[in-house]
């Protein structure tokens, strides 16, 4: 039974791999507009975001 539930929850986590490079791509392209505009708040906001999303496509790429 715990061989069938860690099975699932890798599976699920392999799920979240796409989702996580599309927001990664959108953060990129919010990230572009800010420096463009010179919006110094936004251009942390994404950043920060960015490492966050960063940190969990590393963890699930490892497991």
Do not use: F, G
């Not at 996580?20 to 420096?35: G, P, Q, V």
């Amino acid at each position: 039974m715990k061989y069938v539930l860690e099975t699932l929850r890798l599976e699920e986590e392999r799920q979240k791999l796409p989702v996580i490079r599309m927001e990664i791509d959108y953060e990129l392209l919010t990230l572009y507009d800010a420096l463009q505009d010179n919006d110094t708040v936004l251009i942390i906001k994404t950043k920060e975001r960015l490492e966050h999303l960063r940190k969990q496509l590393i963890k699930l790429e490892k497991d």
